[in-house]
């Protein structure tokens, strides 16, 4: 008698249900650590027009006088995050103004497209340091 080689369909179908378990359990946990690496891009994007603002605000005493930043002339600008590529956030501020000069300011990073479902949502960032995510995420999202 001469023995056949190859698959049976029933292995084959094996197979396939064993790739599509494995895919069900590991594609949620790759999308929530592109989200975080996203998300980490994000903040640090937040910190770098945090620190222009305080450099600016060290020697002038006024937030609008930096140049480049997001209250400069008084606010209303936007940027993306990342600066170059796919933008997952845009960052806006609004700067407070004290009598004659802007005295403070709250930067915003607004979830984009795929990242508008990650956990933390909108990410914020004051003038005092205040870290928040205003989708009430966990508290690690800072």
């Given at each position: 008698m001469?023995?056949?080689?190859?698959?049976t369909l029933i292995e084959l179908m094996i197979v396939v249900a064993i790739i599509?378990?494995?895919?069900?359990?590991?594609?949620?946990?790759?999308?929530?650590q592109i989200r975080k690496s996203?998300?980490?891009?994000?903040?640090?994007d937040l910190t770098e027009?945090?620190?222009l603002l305080e450099r600016m605000f060290t020697t002038d005493r006024d937030y609008s006088l930096a140049t480049g930043s997001?209250?400069?002339?008084?606010?209303?600008a936007t940027a993306n995050s990342p600066p170059t590529g796919t933008a997952w956030y845009t960052i806006s501020a609004v700067c407070t103004k004290t009598g004659a000069t802007y005295t403070a300011y709250t930067l915003?990073?607004?979830p984009n497209g795929d990242q508008a479902t990650d956990m933390c949502g909108t990410l914020t960032l004051n003038s005092v340091g205040a870290k928040t995510a205003v989708?009430?995420?966990?508290?690690?999202?800072w």
């Open positions: 001469k023995r056949m080689k190859g698959f599509a378990i494995l895919l069900t359990i590991a594609l949620p946990a790759y999308n929530e996203r998300r980490a891009q994000g903040k640090t027009q945090s620190q997001l209250c400069a002339g008084g606010g209303g915003t990073a607004t989708a009430g995420g966990p508290t690690n999202c």
